[in-house]
């Protein structure tokens, strides 16, 4: 039986702040994406929310997001590549030192908001984050949506790629989605993403915005931790994994 890995932004509060509920999404996901204090997150959050993956026995990576938090890492930020460079390898250094303080170690990366829909497009980004990402560890793996400059760039980097499938937002083209107000871009009814989620699965198909369907690879699905429905939604991934007839593990470190 063929496993899939189900992945989630979190610890994206700062200070007494809390906008999603880590801790009842946590036992529902085998690898978690932690903010490292950019555009989200900082110390306490981050310790609090490594803490809960290990008692989990969650997968522990680095969500890495422009230093925006009024914006919450989903504003384009005019950078240099060194400035790119520099603040990926600060954010893995910083998640990666108090996760070895709580005896745990990074296992993934990947890139938030308006950070990570810029690797997709762009090569000289994506290729200056995911050679960050190789220097800080090669090990680390790369959560990152298929059929985009940062993935093809991961491959040709030798760093394995964890492909994620965001079974609540809509595809405008193959690794692209669709933008945010546009139709068809959110999906928001459990029962709509738990068929999805079966149908998509099950035919390795996945039908875009336009129409189109097209072959998709899938070792990840995202749970959107920050929707007001995330438990709901979280609940309906695994029910439509399960109806595809694959089981819910972690990837392979």
Request: net charge negative.
């Amino acid at each position: 039986m063929k496993s899939i890995d189900v992945n989630s932004d979190l610890g994206e509060g700062f200070g007494p702040y809390r906008i999603a509920p880590d801790a009842d999404l946590m036992p529902l996901i085998t690898s978690a994406n932690i903010a490292c204090g950019a555009h989200a997150g900082d110390p306490l959050i981050m310790d609090e929310t490594v803490s809960l993956a290990q008692t989990n026995k969650v997968r522990v990576g680095a969500h890495i997001g422009y230093p925006d938090r009024e914006n919450f890492g989903r504003r384009m930020m005019t950078m240099t590549l060194k400035e790119l460079e520099l603040m990926t390898v600060t954010q893995l250094g910083a998640l990666a030192a108090i996760a070895a303080h709580r005896g745990a170690q990074l296992t993934h990366a990947n890139f938030h908001g308006a950070l990570g829909n810029l690797s997709f497009a762009d090569a000289d980004v994506a290729r200056t984050l995911i050679k960050a990402m190789k220097s800080f560890d090669p090990s680390l793996k790369f959560i990152g949506l298929g059929d985009t400059e940062a993935s093809r760039i991961a491959e040709e980097e030798g760093i394995e790629v964890v492909y994620s499938f965001l079974a609540d937002r809509g595809y405008s083209a193959p690794g692209r989605l669709a933008p945010r107000g546009t139709a068809g871009a959110l999906l928001h009814e459990p029962e709509d993403i738990r068929l999805r989620v079966a149908e998509t699965l099950s035919s390795g198909k996945l039908k875009l915005t336009t129409g189109e369907v097209i072959p998709v690879k899938i070792d990840s699905i995202l749970v959107h931790s920050d929707t007001p429905n995330a438990l709901k939604l979280a609940h309906a991934i695994r029910q439509g994994i399960a109806d595809a007839a694959f089981e819910i593990a972690s990837y392979a470190i």
